[in-house]
């Protein structure tokens, strides 16, 4: 059973598919798409399997590389000898480093080379020259450890077993052979240093005790030693005599301060004369005292007794008085004396500590030459010992300067190759093989795409509208749902004029208010028809939205806010049509609207004048949404129902990719934003 026609709610649904040689509705039909995507498969195989083949081939026509590895310990003679002086060092990475040249030496391979020549010369894959031979052998000392790895490499793995056996022999044997020589050079050696050591020794021993002798060194310790000795004596005594002095001195100002101030100084010798001077005189005032209680003035004075006492009184205060002075001239003498003498001494001590500072120094480092003749006569009896140990060790066996080597690990059979990895050299392959296959498809797409961008550009795609829309509801049973149109040339022909921004900036220009609002509603996606249709009430100036036929809004521009807002203070009855009509009210038809617009256009010398009409006007809005991205469901909300010119249009302009939605685009055309420059 055919379905009947099916019912769509858009008016039309495009499908753009390649046009064939075919113009009915039963002609098959073939995707450029698909054809395409044929030739991708054909081109990315073709190289890809090129590719991979020759990757393939050269990675497995590589003969496998085996490696055969012996392991060689350095072992330290811990009891040898050193040329440094007698202190036996172990064997460290110098050790193996020079052991690792010993081994690769020219002396050594070539050795081999000829060893090989004489013992194995029929055998397959033996190198036929020294330096492929060379090529073949490596020597990688052990970091960190007395070890040395020995390599060889090659296509055999018993020849190279082989190869690298008969090399640790070589090598080992002359190894010997110069252990022999060195052991014998190493005696003779020992023999000429401790001659050589010997005779230093007698003759800086000579040295020593004759200068010992010669300076009068006692002893290597300073204090043991006489000028050094008397030299801290006179340190010590002048520091002693710098302490009296200044107690003299101190001495001598405290007396001179006592006896400016007043004070009596009396000298501690002179202090019982004047204590008994001074007890005669208590005495006598005592007495003369009691006179004067038993007897009156006049008798005191007539009687010869008291007349004795008050002038023997007045002979021992005199005699007290100079007592005195005399002591305290004395104490300063003797206070000044002591000062001279304290100096005199200081200055005496003081030339003698200069003059044996003098003798110290020079003793001294006469005494610091003798340490550095005796720190090396006993380095000398150092090495000397050493050597002589070095001589008992030699006869004991224990020869020569270079360490022991010992064959740790010997030569074994690999079982694997090391190179090449064939499974990660395959992998490698492939991958590089699919690398090209992808870049020859996009050098073919860019080469392609050059060659069909020169010259004309090639019709559109044939379009097809999905059965079921508004334009074929009338179709018959049993009709394909994908119909082709009649005459699409003729689509492509007929395509509307879009207008550039400067074009319609110039129309604004030229135009008044009334055709400024006419060309700007037009902008804003409606129809000649639909403009003729609105009014005041469809116009919302708070929220900038236009009410199109009750069904859709459109966002308003700002230039038509401008003039729609002062045409709303002029007080126009909201029942009256908002743009064109006449003075009796009668709305003019979209032809007139048209005409107004090609005026406009032609006023304003508009390239191609007569081509601008309302659909052009509308038609420039459509393009601007379409390159944007605005999508099909979108474009319908703002602009309305669109014709299939309009429909085929909008799809050729639209970018690839998925369409974007009415948020992420801008709504408004810009020229109608910018309205500064208009009069």
């Known amino acids: 059973m055919v379905p009947g026609p099916v019912a769509m709610t858009n008016s039309q649904v495009q499908v753009l598919l390649s046009p064939t040689s075919g113009s009915g509705p039963e002609t098959d039909v073939t995707p450029v798409g698909a054809v395409r995507g044929y030739r991708r498969?054909?081109?990315?195989?073709?190289?890809?399997?090129v590719a991979a083949t020759i990757g393939l081939v050269y990675t497995f026509a590589r003969p496998a590389v085996y490696r055969s590895t012996a392991l060689l310990a350095i072992v330290p003679d811990l009891t040898g000898a050193t040329s440094n002086g007698g202190v036996s060092v172990p064997a460290t990475d110098d050790s193996a480093i020079l052991q690792s040249r010993m081994i690769i030496g020219q002396s050594i391979i070539a050795s081999l080379f000829h060893d090989l020549r004489k013992s194995m010369p029929q055998s397959t894959g033996m190198p036929e020259t020294l330096p492929d031979l060379q090529a073949m052998l490596s020597v990688v000392p052990v970091k960190g450890a007395n070890l040395?790895?020995?390599?060889?490499?090659?296509?055999?793995?018993?020849?190279?077993t082989a190869i690298l056996a008969r090399w640790v022999d070589v090598y080992l044997h002359a190894y010997a052979v110069s252990r022999i020589r060195d052991a014998d050079a190493t005696g003779a050696d020992l023999l000429r240093r401790a001659k050589s050591i010997g005779q230093r020794v007698s003759v800086l021993r000579s040295r020593l005790d004759q200068y010992r002798r010669e300076y009068g060194i006692v002893s290597a310790e300073r204090a043991e030693n006489r000028s050094l000795a008397r030299l801290k004596g006179l340190s010590a005594s002048l520091d002693k005599a710098d302490e009296i002095r200044a107690i003299a001195a101190a001495r001598l100002t405290s007396l001179r301060q006592a006896?400016?101030?007043?004070?009596?100084?009396?000298?501690?010798?002179?202090?019982?004369?004047?204590?008994?001077?001074?007890?005669?005189?208590?005495?006598?005032?005592?007495?003369?005292?009691d006179l004067r209680q038993r007897f009156t003035p006049d008798y005191m004075a007539l009687d010869s007794d008291a007349a004795s006492m008050r002038k023997r009184l007045a002979d021992i205060e005199q005699e007290l008085k100079r007592a005195r002075r005399n002591s305290q001239l004395a104490a300063v003498s003797d206070a000044k004396q002591a000062l001279v003498s304290a100096t005199r001494v200081t200055t005496q001590l003081r030339a003698q500590y200069r003059e044996s500072k003098t003798r110290a120094a020079a003793f001294s480092a006469r005494l610091a030459e003798y340490r550095a003749m005796r720190d090396e006569l006993d380095q000398l009896q150092s090495m000397h010992r050493a050597v002589q140990q070095q001589q008992i060790q030699a006869q004991a066996g224990h020869v020569g300067y270079l360490p022991a080597v010992r064959v740790l690990e010997p030569a074994s059979v690999p079982g694997r190759p090391i190179r090449p990895d064939y499974a990660v050299d395959a992998g490698i392959s492939v991958a590089v093989a699919l690398a090209l296959g992808l870049v020859a498809i996009w050098i073919w797409e860019f080469l392609t795409e050059r060659r069909s961008g020169r010259g004309q550009t090639p019709a559109p795609p044939m379009p097809y509208f999905v059965a079921g829309s508004r334009t074929v509801l009338d179709a018959a049973p049993g009709a394909p749902l994908l119909s082709p149109m009649r005459n699409p040339q003729a689509l492509v022909q007929a395509r509307m004029r879009e207008l550039s921004p400067d074009e319609v900036e110039t129309m604004l220009v030229a135009a008044d208010d009334a055709k400024r609002a006419l060309i700007a509603t037009l902008l804003s996606g409606l129809t000649a028809a639909e403009a003729t249709r609105l009014r005041w009430s469809d116009i919302d100036l708070q929220h900038n939205r236009i009410r199109v036929n009750g069904s859709r809004d459109v966002p308003m521009a700002r230039l038509l806010h401008t003039l729609?807002?002062?045409?709303?203070?002029?007080?126009?009855?909201d029942c009256r049509p908002l743009l064109w009509s006449n003075e009796q009210?009668?709305?003019h038809s979209p032809k007139e609207l048209d005409e107004a617009v090609a005026a406009v256009a032609v006023y304003g010398a508009v390239p191609r004048a007569r081509e601008v009409d309302a659909a052009a006007l509308r038609h420039t809005y459509l393009a601007f949404l379409a390159r944007q991205g605005l999508r099909l469901a979108d474009l319908v909300q703002v602009a309305g129902e669109l014709s299939d010119m309009e429909l085929y249009s909008c799809r050729t302009l639209a970018p690839p990719g998925p369409g974007l939605t009415s948020d992420r685009v801008q709504m408004v055309y810009p020229v109608l934003e910018g309205t500064a420059s208009l009069p």
């Open 41 to 49: 498969v054909r081109i990315f195989l073709l190289v890809f399997v």
């Open 148 to 160: 040395v790895e020995l390599h060889a490499e090659g296509l055999s793995p018993p020849l190279l």
């Open 259 to 289: 006896i400016a101030r007043g004070e009596p100084q009396v000298r501690a010798q002179d202090q019982p004369g004047l204590d008994s001077l001074r007890q005669s005189a208590i005495t006598l005032r005592q007495q003369i005292s």
């Open 564 to 573: 729609w807002s002062a045409r709303a203070e002029s007080g126009d009855d």
């Open 585 to 587: 009210g009668r709305t």
